[in-house]
């Protein structure tokens, strides 16, 4: 939702992929920081903290997926 973030947490048994389809935000891998918007994907390996933050004023709409050694999940 608009101006909502969730903490920073792993994911120790799989990796993530994240595709934005609409909106802006903060997207936090590890130490790094990125803006990301429509179309932008993230990778994020397992075990490496992560979290997002919403900066637009409509909900901010993805795709996720998960892999557990080589199995969408």
Not at 20 to 29: A, R, V
Request: overall charge negative; some cysteine.
């Amino acid at each position: 939702m608009p101006g909502k973030a969730h903490e920073a947490h792993t994911h120790p048994d799989h990796d993530e992929a994240i595709l934005f389809m609409n909106g802006t935000g903060i997207q936090i891998i590890g130490d790094e920081v990125y803006e990301v918007r429509d179309n932008d994907m993230v990778y994020i390996p397992a075990g490496v903290p992560h979290s997002i933050e919403n900066t637009c004023n409509q909900p901010l709409k993805m795709i996720i997926v998960k892999v557990n050694k080589g199995k969408v999940v």
